[in-house]
């Protein structure tokens, strides 16, 4: 079977990808990489695009597509609350594109993935797929209306849907894990905590009617959110219908915290802080429907999750970050050299913004170096994926910040990251800042000379 898979570059749809490449089905995956990562795609057809785009009847027929699986979305609650109209634009115009791209098409299979958010603040839990949904955040809202509108062309047109409301997602499987940039969601952000990436954890309000304060989530294995997929597909020739996809257990936000300390053995500092506008106090799931009607049932407990996770964030997560970093390289110097090699060892692909050779020997008022010695900054460069010429300004070195979009600046120069114009670009996008030069060397005229480090 030929199936289309939207967002397949994303965390869950990745993960998910791979599980029905294993099943036999042939996958052909677009994503307009705005959210996805391009290094999760494994070898499968892949076109960048938007799901609205005029392309995607093209895809259907050139592949034969007989369903799809429609995970590309935008999915956090905070900026939907922030930036609804992105959500609108993004989850529900889209999706509705998408939906007319099928019927003209004639493809009617499709797989949804909704969400919990759907249910709002839930009268009762666990929840099942028949309480009221009256979501209390516009990403809820966006994944209701997509909701309607299945029901509608179910109705009208024989649409064969099943839209699976996911419960919070986590976990790592395969080589794929959390990697939104910025990281919104609450085991990577305290994964990173205990790594050291980050200072504390701030706990989004503890004075919820629950029993430790804090808000309660049902925290659901990605791989069992991928198996639900699979047997969702066998089943779409005779179901149609919504179904909730967590464990029936729910665990507060200090009890997450909690399990991290254990299974990671860090100690994790949290700050209480304001309550996060768009959260419902309680969001636990009932899964009896879905164990019925496709016999799915979670394998995995929260344990394994943060298990999973941190085995991710140890071991594969390094492999897909990037890394620039930046500076003076003519005259190169002993700290250049060093904050490259850290940079190596930060990430797996490490970008340098090479800063103007004619205006940094200007500015250090020493000549260029000679030519022979260029060798070894050639030499320091091998290590390295990609350089761009920078003009020696710091405007252009955040400029080209925001459109890398890395991982981590690894910051040269002396100057102390409070000071540095970078900051708060890094601060804004979610990108980390390492100390690469700075920890290290007091001031650049500490630096050894080129040849002792040669
Ligand atoms: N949360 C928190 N601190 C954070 C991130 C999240 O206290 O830095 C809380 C958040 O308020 C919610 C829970 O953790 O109660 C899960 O949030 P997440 O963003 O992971 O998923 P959501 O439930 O919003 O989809």
Redesign the pocket.
Known sequence: MNILVTGGAGYIGSITVRRLLEKGYNVVIIDNLSRGNKFSIPDVPFIQCDVADEKVGEVIKQYNIQAVIHFAAYAY?GESVENPGLYFENNLKKSLILLETLRKNNVNKIIFSSTC?TYGDPEIVPITESEKQAPINPYGLTKLLIEKALQVYNKNYGLKFIALRYF?AAGASYDVGEHHRPE????P?VLDVAFGRRDK?????NDYPTPDG??I?DYIHVLDIADAHILALEKLDSISGFYNIGTGKGNS?KEIIEACRKITGHEIPVEIVER?PG?PHV?VADYKKIQQDLGWVPKQDINDIIRDAWHWHNELEKKHLTVVTSGYFDPIHAGHIECIHLAKQLGGKLIVLLNNDQQCALKKGKAFMPLGERKIILEALRDVDEVFISIDEDASVCKSLEALKPDIFAKGGDRLISEIPETPICRRLGIQIIDGLGAKIQSSSDLTGLKQII
Request: glycine fraction near 4%; charge should be positive; proline fraction near 0%.
């Open positions: 609650v958010s919070n919104t969601h609450l085991i952000l954890i701030k706990i989004f309000g804090t808000c989530r936000v996060r959260d969001l």
